[in-house]
């Protein structure tokens, strides 16, 4: 006898109660609609039969490539008290997902609660949408067959134990990808060293290649990109310098994002203090920025209340070992 089944046996009119404990255990422990609609005990005319007939339907209807619309407005029956409303959640979660709607899937899969039986599911589908590859896709208009299958070999061989086999096959791709426009030899860069980072990858060395095919300034751009949600100095680091390399005169929109990571840096700093690798690349920077016409503030000073095993500032230590070659 399964979980399901007992609680049925022992609570059989509080599982039909929202609030109650049952209720809220039957919902949470539900990971197939067929453990209820299956069930001898139950009759057929049973709300909860007849629920579970509902979401089987609009599952089949978003999984077999043959979507029956009625299905969808019965669907719409399930209230968010049933012991079927993650299911309906996830359903509605699938059929954005496989519209290519990001954003609408991402919307009815985080509603689903960490204690329920469906939430593993819906974080691999998750962590597809919100992929580095399929973000990278998703900035490009249209790229041939042949760039796709060498991103697909880079990101199969994004591992510290192949990360030879790795590189040899960002080599082979940016031979190609030097021929593309500069915003998307960017969003390259920007991809490679994000999923470099992602996966425990030499970074040192990604940006080494990626400087060799595409200059120092795409290079660098595509760091700065990659790296500000997880390591704030060393992407202004990567983003001043991108501009010191910078043949053309330098945006206006470029020396706003300038600033306002400066603004951002200031701030991260006044509460993990200055790391010394940082101050001493910002010191030889600030007079060439200046030079170009960039001119910014003093950075943070030192807080002396750091916390020296602040994972964040260990983790931008880390980072800034990028400057010392």
Not at 21 to 37: D, F, G, I, M
Not at 45 to 60: R, S, T
Not at 192 to 204: A, F, N
Not at 296 to 317: F, H, M, V, W, Y
Request: proline letters at 5%; a negative charge.
């Amino acid at each position: 006898m399964n979980d399901i089944t007992r609680l049925l046996k022992r609570y059989p009119e509080d599982v039909l109660k929202p609030g109650t404990r049952a209720h809220q255990e039957l919902k949470k422990k539900l990971s197939n609609p067929l453990h209820l609609t299956s069930l001898t005990m139950l009759n057929e005319d049973h709300p909860l039969k007849i629920q579970g007939y509902i979401v089987l339907d609009a599952f089949e209807s978003v999984t077999n490539g043959m979507e029956d619309p009625q299905a969808f407005v019965e669907l719409q029956k399930i209230s968010d008290d049933s012991v079927f409303y993650p299911w309906k959640l996830f359903i509605l979660g699938l059929k954005a997902f496989y519209s290519e709607m990001d954003k609408e899937c991402e919307f009815y899969l985080r509603q689903i609660e960490s204690d329920s039986a469906l939430y593993p599911f819906c974080q691999d589908f998750l962590m597809d949408i919100q992929s580095l590859q399929k973000k990278f896709f998703q900035q490009l208009w249209s790229i041939p067959t042949s760039y796709k299958e060498s991103l697909e070999q880079i990101e199969s061989t994004a591992y510290p134990e192949t990360q030879d086999y790795y590189f040899e096959a960002i080599q082979e791709a940016s031979q190609c990808w030097k021929n593309r426009s500069e915003h998307e030899k960017i969003v390259f860069c920007q991809w490679l060293v994000g999923l470099s980072e992602q996966r425990g990858i030499d970074l040192k060395e990604t940006i080494k290649i990626l400087v060799k095919f595409f200059g120092r300034y795409v290079a660098q751009q595509g760091a700065a990109y990659a790296l500000v949600e997880t390591s704030l100095e060393p992407a202004f680091l990567f983003y001043a310098r991108s501009l010191l390399e910078k043949n053309d005169p330098v945006s206006f929109e470029e020396h706003s994002i300038l600033r306002e990571l400066f603004q951002q840096v200031k701030v991260f700093q006044e509460v993990e203090g200055v790391d010394p690798d940082f101050e001493r690349e910002w010191f030889q920077l600030k007079p060439q920025l200046s030079n170009r016409g960039l001119h910014l503030g003093e950075a943070g000073s030192n807080n002396p209340n750091k916390d020296p095993q602040s994972t964040k500032t260990k983790k931008c230590t880390a980072q800034l070992e990028l400057f010392a070659s």
